[in-house]
């Protein structure tokens, strides 16, 4: 699986200098991204090395230090496009909300493995994680990051479904999640959330406003048609035409430069990758290492499926990345973070045989 992964990283660097290339402001973004790939690669072989279950140990702290970023963050953060989402150190800027999913899985890990349920768990066994959630997600949404928020809720509910719960419990969760949709729409949401939303239902009813990122998005996914123009021969991209093309629209620079043949093959990738992480949780043979492992698989299922379906037309534009393709140095690092322990799990399985 290391060669996938590899694999990944590889298109990911070479679609990167494809969208900023033709733009002298961001073309030092994607040397950036290679210095920042040696540097992550360094701390991720202390990552590895050190057993899991030290992290079993660490869980709670990390949960904490995380939470305490988020709150500096909003009162000592960088403001930017009217979100506070990052620290500044002098020479360099970082993203805590990243960090809090490879901490936030980390900890329902830890607790779900503490407090097993053979039989499936209650609602009122989930308070305690309901608290965990949050958490980080009152506070992200207080910056705002509706992106990372949502995140948080997605982990959580698939963490919840992997370690079991009772027929009723699930029941009761969808109706309240239907309850406090109209909650969330009213006071949860700002305005120009609501307007993203509402775009997505009828993106031609404001083409040039709410609906420019969708409409550009399409058009160049749609004139990649099967092979693609070629790479660095994208003219939606090398024109400056898709918005935010290096970061939260990357995918649609591959598909036009690549077509539906270099999508599908980069698609099939992440599969194979969440299919061995999937396999990583079903054959550990602790609860912590299964459970933390199907977290570190949904934090890069519903970045792929949150961002391909951004690019499409079928999800909400909420500034999630592509793992491994998009320019961002924390989510580079988060990434990096959650298939490192992947491959730490599965490769201290022969321990437990």
């Known amino acids: 699986m290391a060669f996938v992964i590899l694999l990944i990283i590889g298109l990911g660097l070479l679609n990167l200098y494809s969208s900023v290339e033709s733009s002298p402001a961001k073309s030092g973004l994607f040397t950036t991204q290679v210095q920042w790939y040696v540097i992550c690669c360094l701390a991720m072989i202390v990552v590895f090395a050190i057993n899991y279950h030290f992290y079993d140990a660490a869980a709670y702290w990390l949960y904490g230090a995380a939470v305490v970023l988020l709150i500096l963050v909003l009162l000592v953060g960088k403001t930017a496009k009217g979100s506070s989402r990052w620290i500044e150190l002098g020479f360099f800027s970082f993203q805590p909300s990243e960090l809090s999913k490879i901490a936030f899985a980390l900890c329902l890990a830890r607790y779900f493995s503490q407090y097993p349920k053979t039989e499936g768990y209650r609602l009122g066994d989930l308070a305690i994680p309901f608290g965990l959630l949050a958490a980080p997600t009152i506070l992200m949404l ?3 990051d509706l992106g990372t928020a949502m995140l948080h809720v997605l982990i959580f509910a698939s963490v919840c479904v992997f370690v079991g719960l009772r027929t009723r419990t699930l029941v009761g969760l969808g109706f309240s999640a239907i309850a406090a949709a109209p909650l969330m729409w009213f006071f949860g949401l700002k305005d120009y959330q609501r307007l993203r939303v509402l775009t997505l239902l009828d993106p031609e009813s404001d083409p040039l406003g709410s609906g420019y990122h969708i409409r550009q998005s399409l058009i160049a996914i749609g004139s990649g048609r099967f092979i693609g123009k070629g790479y660095l021969h994208g003219t939606q991209t090398r024109l400056q035409f898709l918005p935010e093309q290096h970061t939260d629209f990357i ?13 599908a093959f980069v698609l099939i990738l992440f599969f194979a990758l969440i299919v061995w992480g999937v396999s990583v949780a079903a054959r550990s043979k602790d609860n912590f290492g299964s459970i933390l492992a199907f977290g570190m698989v949904s934090i890069l299922f519903w970045h792929v499926f949150i961002n391909v379906g951004m690019a499409l037309g079928i999800m909400p534009v909420v500034g999630v990345v592509l793992p491994f393709f998009s320019y961002g140095r924390t989510a580079i690092f988060t990434m990096l973070v959650a298939v490192t322990l992947l491959l730490n799990i599965n490769s201290r399985r022969s321990m437990f045989e």
């Open 251 to 263: 995918f649609s620079v591959l598909s036009e430069e690549w077509g539906f043949l270099g999508a």
């Open 142 to 144: 207080m910056q705002p």
